[in-house]
């Protein structure tokens, strides 16, 4: 049975930083590109970070130079460094392990950034 456990979530003033973070069981970690991604009531779910099963990382603009997005696969983790964090960074985070023919998700967690 695949599982993906996220945490790390909570709430935070403007400039503060959280680190998420993502276990995975059930997979072959190696295998997977991992992401996190994020969303608010209303609007669709947007990639945040990605990174590639070589370590390869990939942003959305309204990241670069703030988030980091890393993985340790001796611990079949991903994680969201999340750094000068902004209210429109509120949101559901959810972490995607993704390979060909084979999509998981986790349950989400909330980030809460307060002005």
């Known amino acids: 049975q695949v599982q993906l456990v996220e945490s790390g979530g909570g709430s935070v003033q403007a400039g503060g930083s959280l680190r998420l973070s993502c276990a995975a069981s059930g997979i072959i970690f190696t295998n997977y590109v991992g992401g996190w991604y994020r969303q608010t009531p209303g609007n669709e779910r947007e990639m945040v970070a990605k990174?590639?099963?070589?370590?390869?990382?990939e942003y959305a603009d309204s990241v670069k130079g703030r988030f980091t997005i890393s993985r340790e696969n001796a611990k079949n983790t991903v994680y969201l460094q999340m750094r000068n964090l902004k209210p429109e960074d509120t949101a559901v985070y959810l972490c995607?392990?993704?390979?060909?023919?084979?999509?998981?998700w986790g349950q989400g967690t909330q980030v809460t950034v307060s002005s």
């Open positions: 990174i590639s099963r070589g370590g390869s990382t």
């Open positions: 995607n392990l993704k390979e060909s023919g084979a999509d998981y």
